[in-house]
């Protein structure tokens, strides 16, 4: 059985960066697409970027875009992330997933999640 890890998170000033990691066990992440959501208090998880487990190409949410860059190396999956802002201030949390059904704006639609990791922008 896949299981996510995600490391990374913690508390960051405004305009700083960290790098996020999603790691896998139980299973490689061979072939399968993976994902980066993330969910703030009394909002919706959102969608943020996703990588193809085939060719390695990404797609990055406009909001975000020219800010977080997705990347993969092996079995771990990076979600880098600059100058951020206090609206960043989330859980993030990375997905998997083999279908060709697989969207980032419908998290219902990913198979596998991990447990998140907190991600705070604050002076």
């Known amino acids: 059985q896949l299981q996510l890890v995600e490391s990374g998170g913690g508390l960051v000033q405004p305009g700083g960066s960290l790098r996020l990691s999603c790691t896998a066990s139980?299973?490689?992440?061979?072939?399968?697409?993976i994902g980066w959501f993330r969910q703030a208090p009394g909002k919706e998880r959102e969608g943020l970027s996703w990588?193809?487990?085939?060719?390695?190409s990404s797609y990055v949410v406009d909001s975000v875009k020219g800010r977080f860059t997705i990347s993969r190396d092996k079995n771990t999956v990076y979600l880098q992330m600059n100058n951020l802002k206090a609206d960043d201030t989330a859980v993030y949390f990375c997905?998997?997933?083999?279908?060709?059904?697989?969207?980032?704006?419908?998290?219902?639609?990913?198979?596998?999640w991990g447990q998140g990791t907190q991600v705070t922008v604050s002076l």
């Open positions: 139980g299973d490689t992440l061979d072939y399968l697409a």
């Open positions: 997905a998997a997933g083999r279908s060709s059904l697989l969207r980032i704006e419908a998290p219902d639609s990913w198979d596998y």
């Open positions: 990588i193809s487990g085939y060719d390695s």
